[in-house]
């Protein structure tokens, strides 16, 4: 079946680099793609998201990037900051536009360190 | 800010138990959403609901049942709860035309023993 999923579980950076968190996804047929934070002791929350035509999408200190030839996505954070410490999940959306309520289909997750 | 409220933080039933977990949104969204998170498995969609009395499976709705009688309410029901549904479950809502952004509940911890 379809899946999405991270290459790597955890990832330890110190504070002021920047940090390349990494998914693969296997539906290409998917509208868009996004990323989610999750803070210890907190529900998920929205960081930044790219439609299925874009190659790159920048936010605030996050850069989302899209490669559809070898379907991955990254999330780019520069200059990581302690609070960057968080679970960060990539999700797709593939439900039908103008349709019912889309589901969103989350990876594993990859959990980021920032070290002082 | 948009507030998605989950009724227990923590929750300890017994098996064989009849479990509700209660979830409110205060944003008039038309969308609501149960998942469970299990460590490496991430976050499973059980139900969701896009619109009053609407209900739609998720990809493990095994074992659970869904309430939606008003648009700011979604109820997750375990008819009979086992120790395999000992997990952590969250809430979500979204705007129907911003169906990216999902908003989430802090979580309930459930333990059946």
């Known amino acids: 079946g379809e899946s999405v999923g991270l290459h790597l579980p955890t990832l330890s950076v110190q504070e002021g680099d920047n940090s390349i968190i990494n998914c693969a996804y296997s539906?290409?047929?998917?509208?868009?793609f996004i990323w989610y934070k999750q803070e210890s002791g907190k529900g998920p929350q929205f960081i930044i998201d790219i439609r299925s035509n874009m190659d790159k999408r920048q936010g605030q200190r996050v850069t989302v990037l899209l490669n559809k030839t070898v379907k991955h996505l990254s999330l780019q954070i520069a200059a990581t900051q302690p609070g960057d410490s968080a679970v960060y999940f990539c999700?797709?959306?593939?439900?039908?536009?103008?349709?019912?309520?889309?589901?969103?289909?989350f990876g594993t997750g990859t959990r980021l360190q920032v070290t002082l | 800010d948009v507030k998605v409220t989950q009724s227990s933080r923590y929750l300890v039933k017994r098996t064989g138990e009849k479990v509700f977990l209660e979830c409110v949104q205060d944003?008039?969204?038309?969308?609501m959403f149960w998942y469970r998170q299990d460590p490496g498995l991430g976050l499973r969609l059980i139900y969701f609901?896009?619109?009053?009395?609407?209900?739609e499976k998720g990809d493990i709705p095994e074992g659970y049942s869904v309430s939606r009688e008003k648009k700011e309410r979604f109820s997750l029901i375990l008819e009979s709860a086992s120790t395999n549904q000992t997990s952590m479950y969250l809430c979500a809502s979204s705007l129907w035309a911003a169906k990216n952004i999902q908003y989430f509940g802090a979580g309930t911890r459930l333990s059946v023993l």
């Open positions: 999700a797709e959306n593939g439900g039908p536009r103008g349709g019912t309520a889309s589901k969103l289909t």
């Open positions: 539906n290409s047929a998917s509208d868009y």
């Open positions: 944003m008039d969204h038309e969308n």
């Open positions: 609901s896009y619109d009053v009395k609407m209900k």
